[in-house]
């Protein structure tokens, strides 16, 4: 069976510091990944997507870049944080059903705290 | 962007109660997804369901997908129902099948003993 994992769970970086956040997934191949943040409320917002090694699709522009190096690879990456990169960080990966549709399974998530 | 309205936004109810959750989505979509937000954190996938009914123990879910809506039923409440229900779609000529889901705002359920 499938499953996916994310580290750290949770980190408290000061502000400029860097961020890397990684997850896994295994028992899949070449599957679609996903980061998401969820802010302080209750919303989720798409980051980044990769449809494959070294492929980057960015959603929202921000102080976060992601990079894929393995199939089943997926970082999260910030040179310098801000205050406002904190949140709890989610990734996700798609069970193809169809050529055009598919189910999201998500990680444990990353809790992070920019002080 | 498609929208995706979720309403009550929040839900206080007595254990054993029922309770029907909305979804309102702007256009078509050809993936629609029910996830329950547990108190750590983590989103439990509830439902696959872009139309149609499907059924799993005390909760069913329904989508009128020609209506734009779809509605979670949480039958004989527990306690551990308690946190946040979310709907997320993704629509249907998004132009290809990578597209994150979009996620409604949520409701947040409390069950009371």
């Known amino acids: 069976s499938q499953t996916i994992h994310q580290w750290p769970a949770t980190l408290v970086q000061p502000v400029g510091s860097p961020l890397s956040l990684e997850c896994t997934v295994e028992?899949?191949?070449?599957?679609?990944l996903y980061w998401y943040r969820q802010a302080a409320g209750r919303g989720l917002q798409l980051l980044f997507y990769?449809?494959?090694?070294?492929?980057i699709s960015s959603e929202v522009p921000q102080n976060l870049s992601a990079s894929r190096p393995q199939d089943r690879q997926f970082i999260l990456s910030s040179k310098k944080l801000l205050l406002s990169d904190s949140g709890f960080y989610l990734c996700?990966?798609?069970?193809?059903?169809?050529?055009?549709?598919?189910?999201?399974?998500f990680g444990e998530g990353s809790r992070l705290t920019v002080l | 962007g498609i929208q995706v309205e979720q309403s009550p936004p929040d839900l206080i109810l007595q254990e054993g109660a029922n309770s029907t959750l909305r979804c309102n989505f702007s256009?078509?979509?050809?993936?629609l997804q029910w996830f329950h937000q547990n108190p750590w954190g983590q989103l439990i996938n509830l439902f696959y369901?872009?139309?149609g009914t499907k059924q799993n123990g005390r909760l069913s879910a329904t989508t009128v997908a020609t209506e734009r809506y779809s509605l979670l039923y949480i039958s004989s409440s527990q306690t551990t129902d308690s946190g946040v229900y979310f709907c997320?779609?993704?629509?249907?000529?998004?132009?290809?099948?990578?597209?994150?889901?979009?996620f409604g705002k949520g409701t947040h359920l409390i069950i009371q003993p």
């Open positions: 996700a990966w798609r069970r193809l059903l169809t050529a055009n549709t598919g189910e999201l399974f």
């Open positions: 028992g899949t191949s070449n599957p679609n």
């Open positions: 990769s449809v494959g090694i070294g492929q």
């Open positions: 256009d078509s979509v050809n993936n």
């Open positions: 369901i872009p139309s």
């Open positions: 997320a779609v993704v629509r249907a000529d998004s132009g290809g099948g990578a597209d994150g889901l979009t």
